[in-house]
T-cell receptor, first 113, second 113 residues
Framework: GENVEQHPSTLSVQEGDSAVIKCTYSDSASNYFPWYKQELGKGPQLIID?????GEKKDQRIAVTLNKTAKHFSLHITETQPEDSAVYFC????????????FGGGTRLMVKP | DVKVTQSSRYLVKRTGEKVFLECVQD?????MFWYRQDPGLGLRLIYF???????EKGDIPEGYSVSREKKERFSLILESASTNQTSMYLC????????????FGAGTRLSVL
């Protein structure tokens, strides 16, 4: 089955700096890669996703890049703000797995004002 | 907005008790999921249901069972709770196999003493 590794497990940045979270996956058949954000006391919520036919996707201050050859994808947050502080999860879904998600271990991002 | 409601935010149970975790959704989604969230391990799938009275095992079903008698409600059952089932439990829904986005409840933090 699919295995997703996520790094780092914790990340602390100053407000205004950029943050990068990286994930690797094992199944070359995976074709959908979402990122979820979990704020304190809430469930995870989708913030951005990318499909295997695209190399990069942006949405305002967040972007995701995908390298299919190396089997890794990354979340980039620019101009971080205190409200970006949360736990972020990457996930991957193999093509023939009924869109089931395999999640990474999570990254706790702390943005210091 | 999709609303996924988990009946309890916090539960404390004794070893050997039978525990019911309830999840209700209001968006008529076919698919429902139960995950377990542990630090460093991300979200691990316990069971999922793609229709009423239908269920499939996820990655870690041992010690758990589920019930889906109505489309909007998905219950996770711990037949005889053990201390290693102390965890955060998250329910999620998805529109259908063709959909990708999962919508999560706020979670139930279960402590088994």
């Amino acid at each position: 089955g699919e295995n997703v590794e996520q790094h780092p497990s914790t990340l602390s940045v100053q407000e205004g700096d950029s943050a990068v979270i990286k994930c690797t996956y094992s199944d070359s058949a995976s074709n959908y890669f979402p990122w979820y954000k979990q704020e304190l006391g809430k469930g995870p919520q989708l913030i951005i996703d990318i499909r295997s036919n695209v190399g990069e996707k942006k949405d305002q201050r967040i972007a995701v890049t995908l390298n299919k050859t190396a089997k890794h994808f990354s979340l980039h947050i620019t101009e971080t703000q205190p409200e970006d502080s949360a736990v972020y999860f990457c996930a991957a879904t193999p093509r023939n797995a009924g869109n089931m998600l395999t999640f990474g271990g999570g990254t706790r991002l702390m943005v210091k004002p | 907005d999709v609303k996924v409601t988990q009946s309890s935010r916090y539960l404390v149970k004794r070893t050997g008790e039978k525990v019911f975790l309830e999840c209700v959704q209001d968006m008529d989604h076919e698919n429902m999921f139960w995950y377990r969230q542990d630090p460093g391990l991300g979200l691990r799938l316990i069971y999922f249901s793609y229709d009423v009275k239908m269920k499939e095992k996820g990655d870690i079903p041992e010690g758990y069972s589920v019930s889906r008698e109505k489309k909007e409600r998905f219950s996770l059952i711990l037949e005889s709770a053990s201390t290693n089932q102390t965890s955060m439990y998250l329910c999620a829904t998805r529109a259908g196999e063709s959909g990708n986005i999962q919508y999560f409840g706020a979670g139930t933090r279960l402590s088994v003493l």
